[in-house]
């Protein structure tokens, strides 16, 4: 199946062929639906605070920074911001001159309140030597969007989100990167220093790191606090093969092997190169102004705090369980930790003996924790928290996607369709064990589910493999709390309008 260049090829990639074996056979078979127990809810797998709880968990979050332990924020920032100017895009290319859908009009009637518009008026100077405000007087909206998106004005339309102008204040406007440096000191930092991670493509990076090496001193000033903002790419030898849609390699023009991005469940690769105890996960573009930051920064460190005691029990009875004096008393405790505080039902454990009891405890324990904010599901699309079987039996937490839900399973799509919360990527993760050794996280990844999409190259039909989400199959294995938080927190920037939202201004 494979030549000797495709080995070659392969090999570049860092990619065994073992491995690539094993990705044309999951682009043949496709992957399995996951059983479901039920769609979590308020105490039935989703943690709801009361403030006392929430209020303990801060003051336990607080203490946990103050011991000094190592701290990152981690912000996926990959990709362009083109469909964030979908709408703008079609604007251009299509045949009316005018705006004619209400997206459009909204865009043009409010043009001014967006944090970028001195910027576009600069550019619409430059390149047609009339203001906008002049150019729609005269009917050339195209000319504005087009001073907007290409590269010859503000580029938006290739750039990436993380270094666009967001939000606008008296004096200074910023980007996702900046709001995010500003959520790092408010409650990711620890010791006066503050590790911020952003993943991002290659062709970009060197505009990352020009536009942090700029601003960077600035919130140090203003903060009190040392940066250390670093980046990473998404690794070659995530990259996954392309099959034909009988199952084929996929093979370019020139005979050669089509590698695609396997998607944001690369990125545990990037997770476990940190060096790190604690590790904050959010979107690059669910950032807010000044003003509405302070429920942003409590219940992250509500969402820590538990995550830190609950990580200190884990340690605790993996510490006793080692040390081999636990009692028929300390076992049960214990299985209550893993059955209420983790979600996690192990089928038949009131039947084991205290040996395997013992040894099923410290295999459920002794893995990676997170606790993912979950918010009350407004109908957006994308994924949620549901309670689902694992392939040893057990029942625990899990994200899904709706493409991982069996649309044949009435039961299943009611569920999805009734589930009261939804997923707005608010993670916060524990990635060392009890000894203190780094987990090593792609171990704890369930490559069943994977995704398989229908694309196309150049006229032709393939088949294109994502690899486990991040926060889906990425992190099957782990130990996971659900916590309910404040929609307040989820403003994410899908659209360019959305930056027009009260949220955003």
């Known amino acids: 199946m494979f030549t000797t260049d495709d080995l070659k090829q392969l090999s570049a990639h860092g990619i065994s062929r073992e491995r690539a074996e094993q990705q044309l056979t999951q682009l043949r078979d496709g992957f399995p639906y996951l059983r479901l127990r039920a769609a979590a809810s308020i105490g039935n797998g989703i943690k709801a605070p009361t403030d006392a709880e929430a209020q303990a968990a801060v003051e336990a979050w607080e203490a946990y920074k103050d011991a000094g332990h190592a701290v990152t924020k981690f912000v996926p920032a990959s990709g362009a911001a083109s469909r964030m100017f979908k709408d703008m ?148 030898s995530t990259d996954t093969l392309a099959s034909t849609p009988a199952g084929e390699p996929f093979r370019q023009d020139d005979g050669s092997l089509l590698f695609r991005p396997g998607g944001h469940g690369a990125l545990i690769e990037n997770l476990g190169d940190l060096d790190s105890d604690i590790i904050f996960i959010k979107n690059i573009d669910n950032v807010v102004p000044d003003a509405l930051k302070p ?34 008393a300390d076992l049960e405790e214990m299985s209550t930790f893993l059955r209420e505080e983790l979600c996690c039902e192990v089928p038949d454990i009131s039947s084991l003996q205290p040996d395997q009891l013992a040894d099923v405890l410290r295999a459920k324990l002794n893995r990676p924790m997170r606790v993912c904010g979950m918010v009350p599901n407004v109908g957006e699309p994308g994924g949620g928290p549901f309670l689902a079987f694992n392939a040893d039996g057990s029942v625990s937490p899990q994200i899904l996607e709706s493409s991982q839900i069996d649309k044949h399973n009435p039961a299943y799509v009611a569920m ?60 099957a294995d782990w130990n996971t709390i659900f916590v309910q938080v404040p929609l307040e927190t989820f403003n994410p920037v899908k659209t360019v309008n959305d930056l027009l939202r009260p949220q955003h201004q």
């Open 295 to 328: 429920a942003t920064t409590l219940w992250k460190q509500v969402i820590a705090g538990i995550l830190v005691t609950a990580q200190r029990q884990a340690f605790d009875y993996l510490r006793r369980l080692d040390a081999g004096v636990c009692g028929q």
């Open 416 to 475: 999805f369709r009734s589930g009261t919360h939804f997923n707005p990527v608010d993670l916060v993760c524990a990635v060392r064990d009890y000894r203190g050794e780094r987990f090593p996280l792609p171990r704890y990844v369930d490559p069943a589910t994977g995704f398989i999409s229908e694309k196309s190259k150049n006229g032709r039909e393939l088949r294109a493999l994502e690899l486990p989400g991040l926060w889906n199959g990425a992190m």
């Open 89 to 236: 895009f079609e604007f251009c290319n299509g045949e009316a001159d005018v705006p004619t859908s209400e997206f459009e009009r909204t865009f043009f009637e409010r043009i001014h309140d967006f944090a970028f518009f001195p910027a576009l008026d600069d550019a619409c100077q430059v390149l047609y030597e009339a203001d906008a405000d002049e150019l729609v007087a005269d009917g050339r909206y195209k000319d504005v969007v087009q001073a907007m998106l290409s590269d010859d004005g503000l580029g938006y339309g290739q750039l990436p989100k993380g270094l666009l102008q967001f939000h606008a204040y008296a004096d200074e406007t910023r980007t996702p990167l900046e709001e995010h440096l500003v959520e790092a000191a408010l409650y990711a930092s620890s010791k006066g220093e503050a590790e911020v991670h952003f993943t991002v493509s290659a062709e970009h990076r060197a505009l990352f790191e020009e536009l942090a090496a700029r601003v960077v001193p600035a919130y140090e000033e203003r903060y009190g606090i040392r940066y250390h903002v670093t980046f990473s790419e998404q690794k070659a």
